[in-house]
């Protein structure tokens, strides 16, 4: 064989096994940043979902202790209970460092007791959100429901700015089932459910959470989240777990914060089953740091 020709096909042959070693370096180069961009993007909506349960909590906590809601960020946190401790510590610097860096807006001065009397759905009406996003937004409700959306739908929440316009009240026992009338009694209406605080009983927590009113069941995830006497307790874990089976978005992101205090260690496989399946990113993201800690109860 021609020396030369013999060389030159040696010399193709290894700038071919180069050409293929620096697409295979390229490839698995790419790979990595995938798997770094999913990484953050993770970190990230895991911040933003703690950041606005923590957020929903303190706001609406402030609001039933001073008939107001707060001013601005400084009062908003200054009014936190526990502000030393790690967990809480952690979620005011991660909500101070998002709505500093303005991933998170916030609107103050909210006149909710006006927007509560107008008869407006307050599900559908936003309080905070996050700004910096391109395919899902979360957003704090009127009620202090936290929900995650994809952000052409959240494009149809409106903010609570300004006073809101009255809505067309109904009148009382017209084609109302729980108001009753007898000739010659005032109408009389179904008993109103005990009302929930932090220091309400397990047994309270539970009734509301089996309770199907997503109202009363956020409400009681709120005060749970919020509670310094939380503690792992099974009754109130399952029950939790159960609100959470509904399907509803918004329960489970609430129920997998409260989860994290009133969990016990037999909810963990549950959650981590439900998350799976559940096609619920932020109840995914959340149960991904939250399952550990429950392992870890005896």
């Given at each position: 064989?021609?020396?030369?020709?013999?060389?030159r096909?040696?010399?193709?042959?290894?700038?071919?096994?180069?050409?293929?070693?620096?697409?295979?370096?390229?490839?698995?180069?790419?790979?990595?940043?995938?798997?770094?961009?999913?990484?953050?993007?993770?970190?990230?909506?895991?911040?933003?979902?703690?950041?606005?349960?923590h957020?929903?909590?303190?706001?609406?906590?402030?609001?039933?202790?001073?008939?107001?809601?707060?001013?601005?960020?400084?009062?908003?946190?200054?009014?936190?209970?526990d502000?030393?401790?790690?967990?809480?510590?952690?979620?005011?610097?991660?909500?101070?460092?998002?709505?500093?860096?303005?991933?998170?807006?916030?609107?103050?001065?909210?006149?909710?007791?006006?927007?509560?009397?107008?008869?407006?759905?307050?599900?559908?009406?936003?309080?905070?959100?996050?700004?910096?996003?391109?395919?899902?937004?979360?957003?704090?409700?009127?009620?202090?429901?936290?929900?995650?959306?994809?952000?052409?739908?959240?494009a149809?929440?409106?903010?609570?700015?300004?006073?809101?316009?009255?809505?067309?009240?109904?009148?009382?026992?017209?084609?109302?089932?729980?108001?009753?009338?007898?000739?010659?009694?005032?109408?009389?209406?179904?008993?109103?459910?005990?009302?929930?605080?932090?220091?309400?009983?397990?047994?309270?927590?539970?009734?509301?959470?089996?309770?199907?009113?997503?109202?009363?069941?956020?409400?009681?995830l709120?005060?749970?989240?919020?509670?310094?006497?939380?503690?792992?307790?099974?009754?109130?874990?399952r029950?939790?777990?159960?609100?959470?089976?509904?399907?509803?978005?918004?329960?489970?992101?609430?129920?997998?914060?409260?989860?994290?205090?009133?969990?016990?260690?037999a909810?963990?496989?549950?959650?981590?089953?439900?998350?799976?399946?559940?096609?619920?990113?932020?109840?995914?993201?959340?149960?991904?740091?939250?399952?550990?800690?429950?392992?870890?109860?005896?």
């Amino acid at each position: 064989m021609d020396t030369n020709g013999f060389c030159r096909a040696i010399s193709c042959c290894f700038v071919l096994f180069l050409a293929g070693c620096g697409a295979y370096e390229q490839a698995q180069e790419a790979a990595r940043r995938d798997q770094q961009k999913q990484e953050e993007y993770l970190t990230q909506k895991t911040d933003q979902l703690e950041s606005m349960n923590h957020l929903g909590g303190w706001y609406f906590q402030f609001y039933r202790q001073n008939a107001k809601s707060p001013a601005d960020l400084k009062e908003l946190l200054g009014s936190v209970s526990d502000p030393t401790k790690e967990r809480t510590a952690a979620a005011i610097e991660i909500t101070r460092l998002l709505a500093g860096n303005g991933e998170i807006m916030i609107d103050w001065n909210v006149d909710l007791a006006a927007w509560q009397a107008s008869g407006h759905d307050l599900s559908k009406y936003r309080i905070a959100w996050t700004a910096k996003t391109e395919v899902y937004n979360v957003y704090l409700d009127g009620t202090g429901t936290v929900h995650d959306v994809l952000t052409a739908d959240f494009a149809a929440v409106q903010r609570m700015t300004g006073a809101p316009e009255p809505t067309t009240p109904s009148q009382p026992g017209l084609n109302d089932s729980s108001a009753t009338t007898t000739p010659g009694t005032p109408p009389t209406s179904a008993s109103a459910p005990v009302s929930l605080t932090l220091n309400s009983a397990p047994a309270q927590f539970v009734a509301a959470l089996k309770s199907g009113e997503q109202f009363r069941v956020i409400q009681a995830l709120g005060l749970l989240t919020g509670s310094p006497k939380a503690q792992p307790n099974s009754e109130i874990s399952r029950a939790i777990l159960g609100a959470m089976k509904t399907g509803d978005t918004a329960v489970q992101i609430n129920g997998v914060v409260a989860l994290e205090k009133w969990g016990t260690a037999a909810a963990a496989p549950e959650l981590e089953a439900l998350a799976a399946k559940s096609g619920n990113f932020g109840l995914q993201a959340q149960a991904q740091r939250i399952v550990p800690i429950l392992k870890g109860r005896k």
